[in-house]
């Protein structure tokens, strides 16, 4: 039996723009990765990290200047054709004239085989403002609106450029409750963002990109630990703080050691045996071990991305 294709496949993916007056800017330097089927994934990074350059390739809009995208084993164009891959985009208007069911008929008359209405309205949360007029929507109904479009084909891959851009807090949460739903399904999720949050509380995997360059892929918990290892903290008695501060700082991995509060802390790469040292030598007690937040690993991991994008030609 041969395997299955992944849902997308990319390999040394390049893409520059040129610029008029000046050197091309390098959008994608080299990005090599493997979604998996059912996997649900966010491309986390800061402005002008190639994000949205990187979807548009694996969309086939836009065509790369070396490497090559695969999505299902086959080109992006054909995938799309299949009614395999749905996107929603930050550009891309909708009709003000028409209301949100009107807008969901139009486009699943163009299509061969489109998800009923009824079950698209329901799925992307849009029943209570089907007669709206897409003009009186709010910025969160209309992305939900160019959501439901795109489940109207019931693709197995759907892809997201900063789906929740302009949402509030709490339209943010209904929209994530909605996706859940949809992953539950076993359906293929990418989507792009700039919340750290929202990577964090819905995606299984986090693809971080800066500079057009994958500078980390993980979960949120490893991505973590990568950028800056973990803090071991415990109580450790007054008269002891300095005998324990220089054993520790003897231990391999272990690169600063701090005392405030009487707690000490320990920040370290192997925090199993630092804790394990304290544990079996009775030196702390009330012991904690912690990763950096995401925040902070984001900022470190995005920081260390220091080559030039600019002067690269195609
Ligand atoms: N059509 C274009 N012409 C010229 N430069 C472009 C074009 N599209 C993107 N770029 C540049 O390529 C780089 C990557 O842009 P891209 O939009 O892919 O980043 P992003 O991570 O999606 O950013 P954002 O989060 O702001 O949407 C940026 O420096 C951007 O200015």
Redesign the pocket.
């Known amino acids: 039996m041969t395997s299955r294709p992944p849902a997308i496949e990319i390999r040394n993916l390049h893409k520059s723009?040129r610029?008029r007056g000046g050197d091309p800017?390098s959008?994608?330097q080299g990005i090599d990765l493997t979604i998996q089927r059912g996997e649900v994934v966010a491309l986390l990074?800061?402005?002008?990290?190639?994000?949205?350059?990187?979807l548009d390739l694996v969309l086939g809009f836009a065509t790369a200047d070396q490497g090559e995208v695969r999505v299902f084993g086959g080109t992006p164009r054909a995938a799309i054709e299949d009614g395999a891959v749905s996107a929603v985009l930050?550009t891309g208007g909708l009709l003000a004239d028409l209301t949100v069911q009107e807008t969901l008929k139009v486009v699943a008359s163009l299509m061969p085989r489109p998800l009923p209405i009824d079950e698209v309205l329901d799925r992307a949360g849009l029943t209570a403002v089907a007669r709206h007029m897409v003009a009186k929507c709010s910025g969160g109904q209309q992305q939900r609106l160019k959501f439901g479009l795109a489940l109207l084909a019931d693709p197995e891959l759907l892809i997201l450029?900063?789906p929740t851009a302009g949402m509030d807090v709490r339209a943010r949460r209904e929209f994530w409750g909605t996706m859940h739903a949809e992953a539950r399904q076993g359906r293929t999720i990418v989507f792009?963002t700039?919340y750290l949050e929202e990577a964090d509380a819905f995606a299984n995997r986090v693809v971080l990109?800066s500079r057009?360059r994958i500078v980390a892929d993980g979960s949120t918990s490893e991505i973590r630990a990568r950028a800056t290892g973990r803090t071991v903290s415990a109580r450790v008695s007054a008269d002891m703080a300095q005998t324990v501060q220089e054993s520790i700082l003897a231990i391999d991995g272990v690169q600063d050691v701090t005392m405030r509060g009487g707690r000490m802390s320990i920040a370290c790469h192997d925090s199993d045996s630092v804790a394990k040292y304290l544990f079996d030598r009775a030196l702390g007690y009330d012991l904690e071990i912690t990763s950096a937040n995401l925040e902070e690993a984001f900022i470190t991991l995005t920081a260390d991305s220091l080559d030039d994008?600019k002067g690269v030609s195609a």
Do not use: S
């Open positions: 723009f610029q800017v959008a994608v990074g800061p402005n002008g990290a190639g994000k949205t350059t990187t930050q450029d900063e792009a700039h990109m057009g994008r």
